[in-house]
Nanobody, 115 residues
Framework: EVQLVESGGGLVQPGGSLRLSCAASGFAFHNSYMTWVRQAPGEGLKWVSSISSGSSTKNYLDSVKGRFTISRDNAKNTVYLQMNNLRPSDTAVYYC????????RGQGTQVTVSS
């Protein structure tokens, strides 16, 4: 059974930073693309970033390029999203996803950017 557990969200002021983590189990993590998606209030799921199994390929939503960094540790079955220079528009529930689609995903972690 695929299990994905996100953590690291919280309330931060504009310009601040957060590091999200996603602990994965139940599948061959080291062979899987991993993705972060987010859902802002009243909106649908939006793709944010993906990373290939060996970390050689990383892709980002245009609005987060230069501010967010995706990474992974295959020895720990964990994928990360370092978020710097956060903006109020980054406020959302963030989910990690096995693969490049929208599921399966975890329960999400809330990120709120507000002064």
């Amino acid at each position: 059974e695929v299990q994905l557990v996100e953590s690291g969200g919280g309330l931060v002021q504009p310009g601040g930073s957060l590091r999200l983590s996603c602990a994965a189990s139940g599948f061959a993590f080291h062979n899987s693309y991993m993705t972060w998606v987010r859902q802002a209030p009243g909106e649908g799921l939006k793709w944010v970033s993906s990373i290939s199994s060996g970390s050689s390929t990383k892709n980002y939503l245009d609005s987060v390029k230069g501010r967010f960094t995706i990474s992974r540790d295959n020895a720990k079955n964990t994928v990360y999203l370092q978020m710097n220079n956060l903006r109020p528009s980054d406020t959302a529930v963030y989910y990690c996803v096995k693969g490049t689609g929208r599921s399966p995903r975890g329960q999400g972690t809330q990120v709120t950017v507000s002064s």
